[in-house]
């Protein structure tokens, strides 16, 4: 039976959380710029503490006990409450320092978001940006959990709770292959979709969200014009699989400058269709923002 001999450690109990949200004892060492031994005593003596396992491994990754995910869910609301604390002194002594809790969708977290984080900082270095990656549905879940206070993602959810706000233009493309059949080609019918391999991303990409309701608007059933034979997770191996000639897709402009650039993929139009979307921001309309995130969005802005 488990037996708490003591108060618990925060800084213990922090470091814990991040183990558990990344799944990984190096990745948190990296996070807290720790060695890993150090992780591992500070594991080892909230383990002792409280008299049980709080973590396990399951393969290469590391998941919390059934105690463990109880700790979790704790401190999870204690380290909101430290941010909120540290972002109001903050806000009284009128500096921006801090955590800058950021979730991004694949084009904006993977393409738009890095250097606009990096010129932040420049200007504000006391700031400790976290970028969480995941597709839109993803982030916006995150926002609503409290994992991230701004996300930014391809789609404008209906959820009541969120604010959804247009931030940026985005084009779609068909892209291809540098040496399949329609690479030699400018424009091509949308009919003609049916007669090849599409390779999609997931449901919850904003892309493919986009897409599907373009297709809507031109009164197009996208399950039956498309011949999806891959679903991918991700732009990367959307991009991969094309380079190697599994397929076509339709893909962020912004995603494809390099391949592009050295000619590995070839986009063309789709007669008829225009390829747009815009990105949001997304944050919870019941939560005060924190001043370094605030200062964030007008930096964006």
């Known amino acids: ?61 590391v998941v919390p006990t059934p105690i463990g995910r109880v700790l979790f869910e704790r401190a999870k609301v204690l380290l909101a409450f430290k941010r909120e604390t540290l972002a ?23 393409y738009i978001l890095p250097p606009k984080i990096g010129a932040f900082i420049a200007k504000y270095p ?8 995941g597709d839109s549905a993803e982030i916006v879940q995150a926002v609503l959990d409290g994992e991230v206070e701004l996300g930014f993602i391809g789609f404008m959810g209906k959820d009541r709770r969120l604010s959804f706000q247009k931030l940026w233009k985005d084009e779609m493309v068909l892209t291809v292959p540098r040496n399949h059949p329609l690479a030699r080609l400018k424009a091509v019918e949308l009919e003609s979709l049916r007669e090849i391999g ?24 996208p399950e039956r014009l498309l011949n999806v034979t891959m679903q991918l ?18 893909l962020s402009r912004t995603s494809i400058q390099r391949e592009l650039r050295d000619g590995l993929l070839k986009t ?26 605030h200062a964030f969005l007008q930096f964006v802005k």
């Open 198 to 221: 599409f390779i999609s991303r997931e449901n919850g990409s904003g892309t493919l969200r986009s897409f599907r309701k373009l297709l809507a608007k031109k009164g197009l059933d």
């Open 1 to 61: 039976m488990m037996k708490v001999r003591d108060d618990l450690d925060l800084y213990k109990l922090e470091v814990f959380y991040w183990v558990a949200e990344l799944g990984s004892f190096s990745r948190a060492a990296d996070h807290f710029s720790l060695r890993q031994p150090t992780v591992s005593a500070h594991i080892q003596e909230l383990e002792s503490k409280l008299g049980s396992k709080i973590l396990n491994r399951v393969g290469r990754e």
């Open 126 to 133: 006391e700031v400790k940006p976290i970028l969480r990656i």
């Open 268 to 293: 063309l139009r789709i007669q008829g269709l225009k390829l747009e979307r815009d990105f949001y921001q997304v944050f919870h309309r019941q939560r005060s923002l924190s001043p370094v995130s």
């Open 88 to 110: 109001t002194l903050s806000q009284i002594q009128g500096r921006v320092e801090g955590e800058l809790l950021l979730g991004g969708s694949n084009i904006p977290g993977e």
């Open 233 to 250: 997770g991700s732009t990367e191996a959307v991009k991969q699989a094309l380079i190697a000639g599994l397929g076509v897709s339709i």
